[in-house]
């Protein structure tokens, strides 16, 4: 899912500085299970801007903020309160912030930073194990992403900056490349660690990346 | 002089210093350590931004270096440019004459000065090896026919003392199976250790021309070893230096690091551990001189 964090209550409001109402949209899914725009967050941001003395005209969750119809129907609903907004404050991931920007033509602030595609460990508690590059590499590595679990990113083999196990640039991480070099170890597939790997193909999906499945679904029907 | 290349081709045993260029255009410091140490050593190091900190640029000084007549191991590492970038930077590096590279990952720029910079590392070490084979075969990285191909020595780096060795040694493999020449060494200062990794390491690059060089690092102070052991991965400095170092007062400790270093020169020498040294005084290159002299080699 997308791990997103709420920004500081005085960026948001700083943001919103000369906008007296306010509409806040929040999200049903990974915003909820990262506490950053579920029910309760989209409820005490509610309380917090009407303490700063703003106006909050209407609160929603949508069932996924980045899913863009399902935006526009909401606001078809809530045409009044859309229609009376100054601004749109989104407790989302940038996908949510933006598919509210296609339902409006009003200022939308984002009420949150996305931080990255994560797994989640337990509650409250994300890693980040694919970065979408496009290309899915790691059945070459034991099933452990070097292009997104190494810092630098290499593929072939540890850099020098392996500390007991650990990551240089951060010593609460293990190193990628342990893990790697353990798993694959451990599957007896070392000769396979031993393959030189070419650099990535950025290319792979060319950005911003857009599919549009119906052609495909067209094909198969034919 | 003759060329680091011919030097190590050579079989003798081989010196290298290091010069790192400055942050700022004040280089009299810097051309002082080139001119004394070019004619002393087979070749210098240039580093490229080392630790991630921006300074001036490692071709440029290279250059400087082999126009001083002395020869360059001209350091790149593939954190700041990507494929096109470096392979640019390789052909104008050939074209101002430069002719050895040590090629790096680098180190990440968390580590460095400027924090939020966006790091790179479209390849890394192994990659770039690969990629200045094919250009000495007259390819570019994307297999198109260069109109004139290039004539490097390809250098690598591997690091001993790495926690765990297992996952670095076959890194260290893979550079010599993609056609890296010479070998310097992370800093190494427990020579029992370093002797026991040389042994696996001749047993890899047996029947190949692959150099190899031990790193040494002068200790100046009980404090630095302190810090190194503590804060630099993969260097480890045993117990009994820290208590040589800590024997001498304050003021002579540079000395007992430059009779360390000389001793762990000689031991490499004496003991046919390897093909060569690189000995790098971070920023106190008018010492090297005097190690050279302390092991003989000058």
């Known amino acids: 899912m997308i791990i997103s964090m709420q920004k500081p209550i005085e960026e948001i409001l700083q943001s919103l500085e000369g906008e007296d109402t306010v509409y806040i949209v929040g999200c049903g899914e990974c915003a909820t299970m990262t506490q950053t725009g579920g029910e309760q967050e989209v409820a005490d941001m509610k309380a917090r801007l009407e303490e700063a003395g703003k106006t909050v005209v209407a609160t929603d969750v949508a069932h996924s903020a980045c899913h863009e119809l399902d935006m526009k129907r909401i606001f078809r609903q809530s045409k009044e309160a859309a229609a009376s907004a100054d601004a749109f404050l989104v407790l989302s991931c940038g ?36 970065s979408l590059c496009g290309e899915c590499v790691i059945d070459e590595y034991g099933a452990i992403c070097p292009v997104t679990r190494c810092a630098k990113g290499i593929l072939n083999g540890p850099c020098g900056g392996t500390n007991n196990g650990k990551c240089e640039v951060d010593s609460d991480k293990d190193c990628a490349w342990v893990l790697i070099y353990n798993q694959m170890k451990s599957e007896d597939k070392l000769d396979k660690f031993m393959t030189i790997h070419g650099p990535k193909r950025w290319n792979a999906v060319e950005r911003p990346g857009r599919i549009d499945g119906r052609a495909a679904d067209a094909e198969k029907g034919a | 002089m003759g060329t680091y290349r011919e030097a190590c081709e050579s079989g003798k045993f081989v010196v290298s210093g290091e010069i790192g260029p400055p942050k700022g255009t004040s280089v009299d410091t810097m051309l002082h350590h080139i001119d004394l140490l070019k004619d002393m050593v087979d070749g210098l190091n240039v580093t490229d931004n080392q630790s991630a900190v921006m300074r001036l640029g490692s071709m440029a000084v290279s250059h400087e270096v082999v126009s001083r007549g002395g020869d360059a191991i001209y350091q790149m590492t593939c954190r700041d440019r990507n494929r096109l970038a470096l392979q640019n930077d390789l052909l104008s590096a050939h074209f101002l004459g430069l002719r050895n590279v040590l090629t790096l990952t680098g180190d990440h720029v968390s580590v460095g000065d400027h924090k939020d910079a966006k790091e790179v590392y479209d390849f890394e070490s192994v990659q770039l090896i690969q990629c200045i084979k094919r250009m000495n075969e007259g390819f570019d990285w994307a297999g198109n026919e260069l109109e004139g191909g290039t004539d490097f020595y390809i250098g690598a780096v591997v690091t001993p003392e790495s926690d765990p060795i297992a996952p670095q040694k076959l890194k260290f493999e893979k550079k010599v199976a993609a056609g890296a020449q010479f070998f310097q060494t992370q800093a190494v200062y427990d020579m029992d250790n370093f002797q026991r990794f040389m042994e696996y390491a001749r047993g890899v690059t047996e029947g190949t021309d692959v150099k190899m060089m031990a790193g040494l690092v002068v200790l100046t102070s009980v404090g630095m070893a302190k810090y190194m052991n503590k804060f630099v991965p993969g260097v480890f400095v045993p117990d009994e230096l820290l208590e040589e170092m800590g024997s001498v007062p304050k003021e002579d400790a540079v000395k007992k690091g430059m009779e360390i270093c000389a001793r762990h020169i000689r031991f490499c020498i004496d003991n046919k551990i390897c093909d060569g040294v690189h000995v790098m005084a971070i920023g106190k290159e008018e010492i090297v001189p005097e190690i050279l002299e302390l092991a003989g080699l000058i």
């Open chain 1, 95 to 130: 996908a949510g912030v933006q598919s509210v920007r296609e339902g409006t033509s009003k200022h939308v602030m984002p009420g949150a930073n996305s931080l990255f595609v994560g797994n989640v460990k337990r509650q409250m508690v994300f890693e980040e194990k694919c």
